[in-house]
């Protein structure tokens, strides 16, 4: 593991418990990128310097620290510009690295889906690009072709042509995989399937909760972005009502730009949910700031209108009492209980969405009576013998087909015979 310090500068906007908590973040997810925390420098500031992030004699301080304990990786808790980094490299012997570096280098070693590894090269390259600095002269090459005699094109200008024509290349493949996903969204809802989404920050417990529910086995741990490729499973309720249940990757507080814009497509999968489930790791201390950076950004991405089920996560781990805001619950993943609770939860929510039905289906359509226990919430279902038909009764989306078909059946005044 390569030993780490890590540097903050705390400014007279942050609270100390922020300041600290950012911190813990930042060495949390040197953890999960490999690396080992050996020391932590911090200072206050007015502002930051514009030159080399910290002070002058911080930066002295830095340097002796770095030589002292043999670091290898110094990392910034925040995001470096251009010119900090290079006057910061030239100054210091160690690799520099800032917030959203060490992000994108997690993401890099997580992504597992073509999508995933576009997205974080896209990402990569755009962080990258305002940050290549050439040598001058020292780089020039002669070229090949007509407009590249004399000094030749420099090293710099063709890294930056090479980068532009990735992203645009990138940009492109993103854009089907867009439109992809869109068809097969399009296709759920003619097939009258229902989706909902599992949001929150970083390290909740949204996979935990995800294999609990689907009793599936996909890949939780405890570390930071776990979970990087989204996940859709099935997810039966009690009535036999399926709908589909994905699983997102985690936010976090001053999630970079460039990572924002790359994973709009995966995270559109929560703007397209009829219910996203926010959970809220409720033993974390900070977790009304984590709370607020999860609704900042829904709100970016355009899902701040869909009907939220709010779900405080690990109460195993609480040391002191809390109490649930009202329809929030309290919750731990594992436990079985809890699980029953939370599937209520989620069909009570999803039938305050929905409108009612009661029609006659005749025993003779089975394809059809297994549309409506699989696509609707059935409440009541009994078969009338002199009409050789079923009378079934419950909740459907209405802008579904099979919610269409069900709605138009009950209106009717004569809906029975028509049925």
Request: proline share 3%; net charge neutral; charged share 25%.
């Amino acid at each position: 593991m390569e030993n780490v310090i890590l540097v903050g500068c705390q400014l007279p906007d942050q609270t100390d418990d922020h300041f600290e908590s950012s911190l813990h973040e930042l060495a949390a997810l040197t953890k999960t990128a490999g690396g080992q925390v050996v020391s932590v420098l911090t200072q206050k500031r007015q502002k930051l310097d514009a030159a080399t992030y910290i002070g002058k004699g911080k930066l002295q301080e830095l340097e002796a620290l770095e030589k002292q304990l043999g670091s290898s990786t110094v990392i910034f808790n925040a995001e470096l510009s251009p010119g900090q980094q290079g006057r910061l490299n030239a100054i210091l012997d160690a690799k520099v690295l800032d917030r959203t570096q060490l992000i994108l280098d997690i993401f890099a070693m997580r992504a597992r889906s073509r999508e995933g590894k576009l997205q974080v090269e896209l990402a990569q390259l755009q962080y990258l690009l305002p940050r290549l600095s050439g040598l001058g002269d020292s780089l020039s090459r002669l070229g090949g072709g007509i407009g590249t005699r004399g000094p030749g094109e420099t090293k710099l200008e063709t890294d930056r042509r090479y980068i532009r024509n990735r992203m645009k290349d990138i940009s492109t493949q993103l854009e089907s995989v867009v439109s992809h996903r869109q068809r097969y969204r399009d296709r759920r809802t003619d097939r009258n399937q229902c989706q909902i989404a599992l949001v929150g920050y970083t390290n909740a417990g949204k996979s935990t909760l995800f294999n609990q529910l689907t009793l599936a086995h996909t890949y939780e741990e405890d570390q930071l972005f776990a979970t990087l490729d989204p996940l859709t499973r099935k997810l039966r309720l009690s009535e036999g009502f399926t709908c589909l249940l994905s699983d997102t990757v985690g936010f976090i507080q001053d999630l970079p730009t460039q990572l924002v814009a790359a994973f709009r497509s995966t995270l559109e999968e929560a703007a397209g949910a009829r219910l996203i489930i926010h959970v809220i790791d409720v033993s974390d201390p900070d977790l009304l700031s984590h709370e607020q950076t999860v609704r900042k950004l829904m709100a970016e991405l355009g899902a701040d209108q869909i009907p939220v089920l709010t779900l405080y996560n690990k109460k195993d781990l609480l040391k002191t009492a809390f109490i649930a805001p009202k329809d929030a619950f309290l919750v731990a993943a594992r436990d079985a209980s809890d699980r029953v609770h939370i599937l209520s939860a989620i069909r009570e929510a999803l039938i305050r969405q929905m409108k009612p039905y009661r029609c006659l289906i005749p025993a003779a359509s089975g394809s059809l009576l297994n549309d409506v226990s699989g696509y609707s919430i059935l409440r009541e279902q009994k078969y009338i013998e002199e009409r050789q038909a079923y009378e079934v009764a419950g909740f459907v989306y209405p802008e579904t087909p099979l919610g269409s078909w069900l709605l138009k059946t009950s209106n009717t005044e004569d809906g029975k015979n028509q049925s």
